[in-house]
Every structure is written in C-alpha cells, then in structure tokens.
C-alpha cells in the first residue's frame, strides 16, 4: 500500500507544470528504478546506518520508538533489518508504479481534461476526480 501511495505522489510530481518537481520526481524514479532491488535493500539494510556515529546510530535506527512499538504492538520481534528491507522494496516499487500511473494519465483524452477546465475546474479538481481515478483505471485494469 505505501509503495502506491509513493508511486501516485511521484507519479503526479512528474506530471508537474513545473520544471523543479517535475525534474525531482524524474530523478528519484530513475533512480530507484535502475538500481536492482537487492542493491537498494543491502544499501538500506547495512550502508546507510553506517554512515552515523555508533550512539546516534543506535539511537535512530535500533532503539526508537517505531521498532519498539511495533514489537510491543505485533508481539513480534521486529528488526530494523526488516524495516529497511521493507523501506527498499517501497522505494523500489513506487518508482516503477509511477511509471504506470504516468503512462495511465497519459492514455486519457486531452479532451476531457479541457472540457472539465473550460468548466471552471480547478487544476485540484481535475487532478481528483478526473487524472487519478482515470490514471489509476488505465494502469492497473486489463482491457
């Protein structure tokens, strides 16, 4: 669920008018698109913490209140290596469902999109009720 929740945002964000969130969006698709998805997992898992000093390291990633919660919560040991695992393969999967939600969007009719400004639609109203229920239809139905 979140990593459609990732796709959609950055989905949306390449989508953009404007030139910065468009180029933002570009780039972080790209890159966790084309990075192997073991690649990213092994770098969340094992690299990123190593990049704190051993007390801050400890403090964020091992001993917080997340890790914590969901072990007094589920009953369950639950690792930081699981959520960063899990943290990898939403990055990884919400850039490639961008993609599909981008390419989604862009099999809808121009002529909608205008029909429903030239109403006096707003770029948010169009956005939700006519680009994500239509993007989302034409990314993830079969025809």
């Keep these: 669920m979140l990593a459609i929740i990732v796709g959609v945002g950055a989905g949306t964000l390449r989508l953009s008018v404007r030139r910065g969130r468009r180029t933002a969006a570009g780039v972080l698709i ?10 990213q997992i ?3 898992t094992f690299a990123f ?3 704190f000093a051993i007390d801050t390291r400890r403090m964020i990633f091992f001993d917080n209140a997340l890790v914590n919660g969901l072990s007094t919560d589920s009953g369950l040991s ?3 290596y699981a959520l960063a695992a899990g943290f990898a393969l939403t990055l990884n999967t919400g850039a490639h ?3 599909l939600f981008r390419a989604g969007v862009g099999t809808l009719p121009r002529e909608g999109l205008e029909t429903a400004r030239s109403l006096g639609a707003g770029p948010r109203q169009v956005f ?3 680009m994500l ?3 989302l239809r034409a990314s993830w139905t079969n025809r």
């Design 42 to 44: 092994t770098f969340w």
């Design 133 to 135: 229920p239509g993007g």
């Design 30 to 39: 790209e890159t966790f698109r084309n990075i192997p998805a073991l690649i």
């Design 49 to 51: 913490p190593n990049l």
């Design 97 to 99: 469902l961008a993609e």
């Design 78 to 80: 639950v690792s930081y």
């Design 128 to 130: 939700w009720r006519i």
